[in-house]
């Protein structure tokens, strides 16, 4: 590891060393360990939430998930974007011979071994996961789904040079690289904010010394926020989840009013001909593509069946989406075994594997049969136009 990785401040009789980790480097474990040895500091910091590090020390966290109340309480979506990310790092690791991560978890075990107090200093990741999502336009939002959605299909192999790159590279941040410029959001949410949040806490860490374990992506940033520190207003404000915004609270509404009150219209103005024409088009439209999204995602048959019958209706109701329905029936025709459960992290490598596990599958088909409900809705609006 270079001696450009590690960092001192000093800040009054307060001494902070900071150490720029790759999350996929046997070294970066390595020089972890031997700095808090060799410092023996009051406090460990380490870029990581309490999600991320119970997700780290215990392999088998996956066992107490239920996937049905997952979707059931209109988790699904963070889970899969959590699930994404896992498999992009699970595939670097398995690449280096090392789990993404470790040198964390090694931070925090090497200090609990020698009596060192730990601090949690990174943003809770569902913060930070939020705040890209509504933070970003609508057209952004699908090209960032996309991307998420086209690293399920890549055999990601990187070589010693890109290896070294990762070194200068937040992992969590690498995935979405290319959208650097297109989102400049993004990459802000996902770098720049966590710098602004983790120096402060690193800053506020008890004791006279204190040893920060982070990515190295962040090292120039936090180095430089904790010598001029943020204002306490922009603080509150990072760790804040943004209200969604005016137009995304109206749209699930008004879609759905729109295509009710052209029904309603041309029930009494319209040609019934027409208007039973654009009823079956509606419920074609919205079953099929809903049920063609499920049957992608190898759902159950009676799944598929579900989505054709309950797309239609949903697409009405905004409270409730396709997907959560046919995720709610899939977990419960096809409930995950403990195998299942036990394994995600290994499937999570392979796009065999999302497809083979129950659990990976039940996100799929949630995923799958919402888009096709979403794209039959529009669909539909060209049959729903000739009503008059």
Request: charged share 20%.
């Amino acid at each position: 590891m270079a001696a450009s990785d590690i960092r001192r401040i000093f800040l009054g009789d307060r001494e902070i060393v900071l150490v720029g980790t790759a999350h996929v480097s046997q070294s970066s474990i390595d020089t972890v360990i031997s700095v808090i040895e060799t410092e023996t500091p009051d406090c460990v910091c380490v870029e990581l939430d309490l999600q991320r590090l119970t997700a780290l020390r215990d392999s088998k966290h996956w066992e107490s998930l239920n996937i049905y109340q997952v979707v059931k309480n209109g988790q699904a979506p963070f889970l899969m974007a959590n699930l994404t990310l896992a498999s992009f790092q699970k595939r670097m690791g398995l690449q280096t011979g090392v789990r993404p991560g470790a040198e964390l978890a090694a931070a925090v075990e090497c200090a609990e071994a020698h009596g060192i107090a730990v601090e949690l200093v990174d943003r809770n990741i569902r913060t930070t996961l939020l705040r890209a999502w509504r933070k970003t336009g609508f057209w952004k939002k699908i090209n960032l789904f996309s991307v998420m959605l086209s690293s399920l299909f890549e055999d990601q192999k990187i070589s010693e040079e890109e290896l070294a790159r990762l070194r200068e590279s937040d992992t969590l941040s690498a995935m979405l690289e290319e959208l650097g410029e297109l989102m400049p959001s993004i990459k802000g949410i996902l770098v720049d904010e966590r710098d602004t949040y983790m120096a402060h806490h690193i800053r506020n860490a008890p004791g006279r010394k204190t040893v920060a374990v982070v990515g190295a992506a962040h090292l120039p940033g936090i180095a430089a926020q904790i010598l001029e520190p943020a204002e306490a207003n922009h603080l509150a404000e990072i760790d804040t989840i943004p209200a969604k915004s005016g137009i995304s609270k109206v749209i699930p509404w008004l879609i759905p009013g729109i295509v009710i009150a052209l029904f309603v219209a041309g029930f009494y103005v319209g040609d019934p001909q027409r208007l039973k024409e654009a009823a079956i088009a509606w419920v074609l439209a919205n079953g099929l593509l809903s049920a063609l999204g499920a049957l992608l995602a190898l759902g159950h048959p009676l799944t598929i069946l579900t989505a054709f019958v309950a797309a239609p209706i949903t697409s009405l109701n905004p409270t409730i989406g396709a997907g959560m329905v046919t995720g709610v029936v899939q977990a419960m025709i096809v409930a995950p075994t403990v195998r299942d459960l036990e394994s995600v992290t290994d499937d999570l490598t392979t796009l065999r594997g999302w497809w083979g596990n129950r659990t990976t599958r039940v996100l799929l088909v949630f995923f799958f049969s919402s888009i096709g409900s979403a794209v039959g809705t529009f669909v539909a609006f060209g049959w729903l136009k000739n009503l008059f």
